[in-house]
């Protein structure tokens, strides 16, 4: 049985510091995705993460995998208000779908 | 833009009725997924298709069906909708290794 833990669960942050969240998940699984969630919308896609060592990039942050300790991060940098969220990741199950952390509530602010 | 789209968007209703949500997607693609989440939590998945007659259970126990007579379509259905049953219910698509999220249909049973 697959299970994705994230942490912190909730992370207050003053603007302009760096910070890490952490993913790990107990099965051996070849994608793993990275999400942005504003309150009450939808999901939006940042990163998928296919192989080992993979490190994508976009603004901020930036998201790497290490799929042999079953490990992926989230590192923000330089954080701004607009960074506030729920951000979680999720990892590839069978192939087929795929399995949430409890989400990251992070609070950037001023 | 993923073209994934899902109806209501909101939707308040009594208990005991009957209730389906929609979700359709122009894309072509063979893998689509209902989620369970309430609001700021994790998601759950409760249903799953790998193409046209195809439908499986998720691993949270659910009291609705999905059906999928149409590539693009795969609703949710709820026979009898219950104070439990309020949350928010995300559709998705998937293709290769990218997943598409819907709107989201918030309900609320009273």
């Known amino acids: 049985e697959l299970k994705v833990e994230q942490n912190p669960l909730f992370l207050s942050m003053q603007e302009g510091k760096n910070y890490t969240i952490y993913c790990n998940y107990s099965?051996?699984?070849?994608?793993l995705y990275w999400y942005r969630q504003d309150p009450g919308k939808s999901l939006e896609s940042l990163f998928v993460?296919?192989?080992?060592?993979a490190v994508k990039q976009e603004g901020r942050l930036m998201a790497s995998l290490d799929t042999k300790a079953r490990l992926s991060t989230l590192h923000i940098t330089a954080a701004v208000h607009d960074l506030s969220a729920t951000y979680f990741c999720?990892?590839?199950?069978?192939?087929?779908?795929?399995?949430f952390g409890a989400g990251t509530r992070l609070t950037v602010k001023p | 833009e993923a073209d994934i789209y899902q109806t209501p968007r909101y939707l308040v209703i009594g208990t005991g009725k009957k209730i389906t949500l929609e979700c359709s997607q122009t894309?072509?693609?063979?893998?689509m997924y209902w989620y369970q989440q309430d609001p700021g939590m994790e998601l759950h998945l409760i249903h799953y298709s790998y193409g046209v007659n195809s439908t499986e259970k998720g691993d949270l126990s659910s009291e609705s069906t999905v059906s999928r007579i149409r590539t693009e379509h795969f609703p949710l259905t709820l026979e009898s909708a219950r104070p439990s049953h309020t949350s928010q219910y995300l559709c998705a698509s998937m293709a290769g290794t990218e997943a598409f999220f819907g709107q989201g249909t918030r309900l609320t049973v009273v």
């Open positions: 099965t051996t699984s070849d994608r």
């Open positions: 999720a990892v590839a199950h069978n192939n087929n779908d795929m399995r």
């Open positions: 993460l296919l192989s080992n060592g």
């Open positions: 894309m072509g693609h063979d893998k």
